[in-house]
């Protein structure tokens, strides 16, 4: 009876939920088709939808779904969503959807069920739904790099008496190993974490065993990326080249397959108690579901239509001074793109495209790092090219080394640099991400050079040491 006296009211939420959904959603089913996200998210979203149907299949119960609950839920999307709109960050307004994904649980009375599943725990596995794996490793890629790099160095040492571990750089054997960000373990700590959200819907457990589980998951992530640096890193000592597909796929299949298993056997948490409280629905008189129902959609109405406002828009950053010519060629300016136009326009920051023969030159500048700079990776797998990531060089300055192949089969090098405004060069925008998060460089510049990849190999060099020397750079 509640439930039918309730039905415009949970009708107008729905729509006004619905109307602050839609973009977000039309943006994560975006980021599952663009390979520049790179995301998985759709898998994600299949077994969460597979975890609901068997909850569905189940005995239907007889607790009364939580309406309460359910509308405090819809004011925290809403505020969410708000937060999204008007800092113009697409995966903040993606956050509103977690909580639909919890509302429509509890409605559904999941939890109650033959086959209980957990509303909150659900919520939180739908978030690997999110193209988390770009934002974890350009927020924390640097020091997971840093963080596994040691660990591996200390799994080695006892091995190799000549080991010499500085920073991200291992030297075994005379053999230079460069813990990269592939070898970060950013992924393969995503895919842990998803496996203990997993699990956590079906054991339901309370919330700070849940995060001591977590800890313990992530250890065994840690450990077992370690120990693949460390098989890759003895492989290579030993004259193996274990940086081949088969021996690198084998070996990270392997150091996952293991992390999984530890997890499996040691985290194994207890439902959490449940509240045998009869919950009594909340009494909302019928002539005040009108007005709530219409403010609720005025309010998502004027939540998708706000201005934004981003907080992390570059301040003033001067444009380099470009040569003129580049080894008798003479410069030759490239027009952005309308896209990167608005871009550069609502987000600030400065960006230069110029062509000396077969040279491409394109730089970025900004004091927001995190919003303008990316790996070439990035933006070219968006246009259509096949990106392969052919290691990094230290000298003259480091230099992060890419293969792109265009849809039309031609093949290009491409080599990217990263300077700041005290002279500091990393071939890592992870590491140039970092080093601003902590306040150390707040103005960062990409260098990014672009030429055939038939180019004879002297040519190349020639170019790229012309082009340090004339933009000044250490």
């Not at 840093?146 to 291992?170: H, Q, T």
């Not at 005379?174 to 992924?187: K, N, T």
């Not at 819907?201 to 001591?212: E, N």
Request: with cysteine.
């Amino acid at each position: 009876m509640e439930q039918k006296r309730n039905t415009l009211l949970w009708t107008g939420l729905a729509l006004a939920s619905a109307l602050l959904a839609v973009e977000p959603l039309k943006w994560l089913v975006h980021s599952w088709h663009d390979p520049s996200y790179q995301s998985d998210g759709g898998l994600y979203c299949l077994a969460l939808f597979g975890l609901v149907g068997l909850s569905l299949k189940s005995s239907s119960p007889r607790a009364a779904p939580p309406t309460g609950r359910v509308f405090v839920l819809f004011l925290f999307a809403a505020g969410l969503r708000l937060l999204g709109q008007i800092l113009a960050v697409n995966i903040v307004s993606a956050l509103a959807l977690a909580a639909d994904i919890y509302a429509l649980a509890a409605l559904l009375r999941l939890e109650h069920r033959r086959f209980a599943i957990s509303p909150f725990w659900l919520a939180v596995f739908f978030l690997f739904a999110l193209p988390l794996g770009p934002i974890l490793q350009r927020i924390a890629g640097y020091p997971l790099q840093r963080l596994s790099a040691e660990v591996a160095c200390r799994m080695l040492s006892p091995v190799f008496d000549d080991l010499i571990c500085e920073g991200v750089r291992l030297q075994v054997n005379g053999v230079d190993v460069l813990v990269d960000l592939p070898c970060s373990g950013a992924s393969g700590l995503l895919l842990m974490v998803s496996l203990w959200a997993f699990l956590n819907v079906i054991y339901r457990p309370a919330f700070l065993p849940a995060i001591s589980g977590l800890g313990v998951v992530m250890l065994f992530a840690l450990l077992g990326n370690a120990l693949r640096i460390s098989l890759l890193a003895s492989g290579l000592a030993l004259g193996y080249d274990t940086m081949a597909q088969v021996p690198h796929v084998a070996i990270g299949v392997m150091t996952i397959a293991l992390s999984a298993g530890l997890s499996l056997c040691f985290y194994r948490p207890t439902p959490a108690r449940r509240n045998r409280r009869i919950c009594v629905p909340w009494q909302i008189p019928r002539q005040a579901q009108l007005p709530i129902v219409a403010c609720a959609i005025i309010t998502a109405l004027s939540i998708v239509s706000a201005p934004e406002r981003p907080l992390d828009v570059s301040a003033p950053v001067k444009a380099a001074v470009l040569p003129i010519q580049l080894r008798g060629h003479p410069a030759v300016e490239v027009a952005l793109s309308e896209i990167e136009q608005h871009y550069f326009t609502a987000f600030g920051g400065t960006a230069q495209k110029v062509q000396y023969g077969p040279l491409g030159l394109n730089l970025v500048s900004t004091s927001s790092p995190l919003r303008h700079l990316h790996s070439p990776e990035t933006c070219l797998r968006g246009m259509g090219f096949e990106v392969v990531f052919k290691g990094t060089w230290f000298d003259p300055i480091p230099t992060s080394i890419y293969e792109a192949t265009g849809p039309d089969g031609q093949v290009w090098t491409v080599a990217v640099s990263f300077i700041s405004e005290q002279g500091y060069a990393t071939a890592s925008v992870v590491e140039a991400v970092w080093r601003w998060l902590i306040g150390t460089s707040r103005t960062w510049r990409s260098v990014q050079r672009i030429t055939p990849a038939a180019l004879p190999e002297p040519a190349r060099n020639s170019y790229e040491l012309a082009t340090l020397a004339a933009l000044d750079l250490p």
